[in-house]
């Protein structure tokens, strides 16, 4: 009897073992952040200006972003020179914009814009998984949540097969909406930002109805890369 159970007992050991082997890792997702040294990602953009008294600005320009070079930080890490262009229209020339920089680490991908420190992606990829995107800077707790992992995301027309979502605000009432919100495809970086903070009308004619008063929104989307 004492033979029969030790037997069993290594058999399920062994179907587990099996079992486990079959099962994909979990994923590191660094090739979702910035996949390799002199890839340029064209975006277009739309800023959007909403005021009182019922009119509304409209921009639309375009944003380049270049992974130029690596370079050792303080820290004798390896970082990535991103340098960002911007024009206008399509037959426009680029003209310097600014110069960010980005790291990936074991566990999470920062990338510094205007001086300042973002977690903007944690490892390995968990659908819910949250954290704060300010622990390197001084702006206080900000949770970011990771949703829609290796989800089919589409673009004017354009399909990315696998892209993750990162939720970093998502408040919405009757009389305000603030969201922002990232969207990562495999094997590109950035594909999708969007940046709204609007204040709705809340009168008894218009409550409920999503008529903006003020308020801002920013859309930026992938057009091209090289």
Request: hydrophobic share 35%; charged share 30%.
């Amino acid at each position: 009897m004492k033979i029969i159970i030790v037997l069993f007992s290594f058999f399920l050991l062994f179907a587990c073992d099996t079992i486990n082997s079959k099962l994909p890792p979990p994923q590191d997702g660094g090739n979702f952040f910035y996949p390799k040294i002199g890839q340029s990602i064209v975006y277009d953009v739309e800023d959007t200006q909403y005021e009182l008294t019922g009119k509304f600005t409209l921009k639309t320009y375009q944003l380049k972003e270049v992974n130029v070079s690596t370079f050792k930080d303080l820290d004798g890490k390896e970082a990535l020179r991103i340098e960002r262009y911007r024009r206008e229209n399509d037959v426009e020339k680029w003209t310097i914009d600014s110069i960010f920089t980005a790291k990936k680490e074991v566990d999470k991908a920062l990338k510094t814009e205007n001086n300042v420190t973002y977690i903007k992606i944690s490892f390995p990829f968990k659908e819910g998984l949250r954290w704060n995107g300010n622990a390197y800077n001084s702006f206080g707790n900000d949770s970011y949540e990771m949703k829609k992992v290796n989800q089919l995301f589409q673009i004017n027309g354009r399909k990315f097969d696998n892209s993750v979502t990162i939720i970093q605000q998502n408040d919405s009432t009757l009389v305000d909406l603030k969201r922002r919100m990232e969207v990562y495809a495999e094997g590109i970086g950035l594909i999708y930002q969007e940046k709204i903070k609007v204040s709705y009308c809340n009168s008894k004619d218009c409550l409920g109805k999503g008529k903006i008063d003020f308020g801002t929104k920013h859309i930026l989307k992938f057009k091209s890369n090289e």
